[in-house]
């Protein structure tokens, strides 16, 4: 059992954000097979044969383990929207004491994976290169998805601000995870492997939603970190999966054409551009063209969301695509 015992400070400290580090961090296991992908099935076809030629032996090595994770590697965001640029230099400037303690969780001397000792023994020299890989992963197997992943992260995070509103964390932690629940001036998180005890003290509770922390709920509980929660936010069996994607070579797929009506199917939430081309294995400029006319005939709609061009189709192309009607989902 994990114990957080709050104070009074500690409730007005509650705060969420997004990750694109920790979405990159849990996706490792997923890839590795050693978390179920039965959810990400459609992204681990994707994503496979875009890392190779990747060295991700030292990542795999960090990442798979069934049950912990360092906690270098996945430090609590600092603000509502997490800069992966900025998470990583936070992972390269680790303190090489902090580097070596939370590798003997792992495992010491020879139960250390080979591939980790010059990490422990060196971390200045080995955090650099680590660093490099995990943005080279980034841009390989997650980037192109992070649009969808945001959208889902926001949806999620506007739900939980309401239930904090209305019910403060009792009501946030009714349908967060089976393994957690608040209890007057605690939060107590059933984990039978682990035995912790800690004050906030003052900084709070992070809760990060992560969609490829699926089905499981992460920690973070060590000093000096802020008290950290990753959870599967709702709505992730919608989000690889779309009934409208198996009838695209239908009727609607013979009159606008396969991939006008694959491109359709696609956008029941906010994607970009590059993502959509990745999925759908076109250019960019195709994908563009396509977007162009589906605009002029009011099936998609384009929105700029900081550096993102982010499109979701209207309720008209629901109806034509037969899925249910839904409300849009918010971008990032």
Not at 181 to 189: A, I, P, T, W
Not at 250 to 255: A, I, K, R, T, V
């Amino acid at each position: 059992m994990i114990e957080i015992i709050f104070g009074p400070d500690d409730l007005t400290r509650i705060r969420f954000a997004r990750s694109p580090l920790e979405e990159l961090v849990h996706s490792v296991p997923v890839l590795a097979g050693t978390r179920r992908a039965v959810v990400h099935g459609p992204w681990l076809e994707f994503a496979a044969g875009r890392v190779r030629g990747l060295d991700l032996r030292v990542l795999l090595a960090l990442a798979r383990g069934p049950r912990v994770v360092p906690d270098f590697l996945a430090p609590p965001p600092q603000a509502l929207t997490g800069d992966l640029r900025d998470e990583l230099d936070a992972i390269a400037a680790t303190p090489a004491s902090a580097v070596r303690t939370a590798l003997e969780e792992l495992g010491t001397g020879e139960r250390l994976p080979a591939v980790l000792r010059p990490l422990y023994e060196d971390p200045e020299r080995e955090l650099p290169g680590l660093v490099d890989t995990m943005a080279a992963y980034w841009r390989a197997a997650v980037e192109p998805v992070w649009p969808r992943l945001r959208a889902l992260h926001d949806a999620d995070i506007a739900h939980r601000a309401g239930q904090l509103t209305t019910g403060g964390l009792a009501r946030v932690f009714e349908d967060l995870h089976p393994e957690a629940r608040f209890e007057k001036d605690r939060l107590m998180v059933d984990k039978p492997l682990h035995s912790a005890r800690r004050s906030a003290d003052g900084s709070g509770l992070l809760l990060v939603p992560c969609v490829f922390a699926w089905p499981r709920l992460l920690v973070l509980h060590n000093e000096p970190y802020q008290p950290t929660l990753t959870y599967s936010p709702r709505g992730i069996g919608r989000l690889w999966t779309d009934e409208a994607a198996g009838r695209t070579a239908e009727p609607l797929g013979e009159l606008m054409g396969r991939s006008r009506a694959a491109l359709l199917a696609h956008l029941d939430l906010p994607v970009s551009t590059s993502q959509l081309a990745a999925y759908l294995d076109l250019t960019s400029a195709a994908v563009s063209q396509h977007l162009s006319v589906l605009r002029r005939c009011r099936l998609v709609t384009s929105r700029r969301s900081g550096r993102w061009v982010l499109h979701q189709r209207t309720a008209l192309a629901d109806e034509l695509l037969g899925t249910p009607a839904r409300s849009a989902a918010p971008g990032p």
